[in-house]
């Protein structure tokens, strides 16, 4: 099942305006357990869980993390907003301190974009677009430091770890890629030195 999208009425309603209406629309929602909604780009996203394959790479990958980050300050975090300027998103993944009480937004909905130095987010069908580029777009101008699309679909499925983010050009400056079956160790920030290989997203899906 893809996303089923939600616009605000942008020919008739200036930016800030927009993002207030989208802003209050999408706390106004009440969705039935298995669907969750964000808002990415002037439009509201409505998505289900993922399916089995996605789920196990992501606890797969949480559990590596807990464990990796066990003495270091932060700790990994799933179904939990990540929010930015009346913009707001829950990532397959995510990394924050420890002390996350102290980096929730003042309304209580989720953690602030600014506390938050990494982001994966797993690819299932009909997601593609909006994770390589329209999230891509959403996190660079957030500022998130790093990155990570784990992608079953990129030519038999690859890593890929973004770092640089230019918030105005809306892009990340660096870009590492690596074939599921082989290493790809994160470059910086708290997770740096923490590898993701076979042991979490299996071998190159064109392998027997």
């Given at each position: 099942?893809?996303?089923?999208a939600?616009?605000?009425?942008?020919?008739?309603?200036?930016?800030p305006d927009r993002?207030?209406?989208?802003?209050?629309?999408?706390?106004?929602?009440?969705l039935?357990?298995?669907l969750?909604?964000?808002i990415?780009?002037?439009?509201?996203?409505?998505?289900?869980?993922?399916r089995?394959?996605?789920?196990?790479?992501?606890?797969?990958?949480?559990?590596?993390?807990?464990?990796f980050?066990a003495?270091?300050?932060?700790?990994a975090r799933q179904?939990?907003?990540?929010?930015?300027?009346?913009?707001v998103?829950?990532?397959d993944?995510?990394?924050?301190?420890?002390?996350?009480?102290?980096h929730m937004?003042?309304?209580?909905?989720?953690?602030?974009?600014s506390?938050v130095?990494?982001?994966?987010?797993v690819?299932?069908?009909?997601?593609d677009?909006?994770?390589?580029?329209?999230?891509?777009r959403?996190?660079?101008?957030a500022?998130i430091?790093v990155?990570?699309?784990i992608?079953?679909y990129?030519?038999?499925?690859?890593v890929?770890?973004l770092?640089?983010?230019s918030?105005?050009?809306?892009?990340?400056?660096?870009?590492?890629?690596?074939?599921?079956?082989t290493d790809?160790?994160?470059?910086?920030?708290?997770?740096?030195?923490?590898v993701i290989?076979?042991?979490?997203?299996?071998?190159?899906?064109?392998?027997?």
């Amino acid at each position: 099942m893809t996303a089923l999208a939600y616009e605000a009425p942008e020919a008739t309603m200036p930016g800030p305006d927009r993002d207030e209406y989208l802003w209050q629309t999408w706390k106004a929602m009440e969705l039935p357990e298995g669907l969750h909604a964000e808002i990415i780009e002037g439009s509201i996203e409505v998505s289900p869980t993922g399916r089995y394959s996605h789920g196990q790479i992501t606890n797969l990958l949480r559990d590596k993390l807990v464990v990796f980050l066990a003495d270091r300050g932060y700790v990994a975090r799933q179904d939990m907003n990540v929010v930015h300027e009346r913009k707001v998103w829950i990532p397959d993944l995510f990394v924050t301190p420890a002390d996350a009480d102290g980096h929730m937004t003042d309304d209580g909905i989720g953690v602030a974009a600014s506390a938050v130095p990494l982001i994966v987010e797993v690819v299932s069908p009909g997601h593609d677009d909006t994770l390589r580029v329209r999230k891509r777009r959403a996190y660079a101008r957030a500022g998130i430091p790093v990155y990570v699309i784990i992608d079953d679909y990129d030519d038999h499925g690859h890593v890929t770890v973004l770092t640089s983010p230019s918030p105005e050009e809306a892009n990340y400056g660096d870009s590492m890629r690596r074939p599921y079956g082989t290493d790809i160790t994160i470059p910086e920030g708290p997770v740096k030195g923490f590898v993701i290989g076979k042991a979490i997203t299996g071998q190159s899906r064109s392998d027997g």
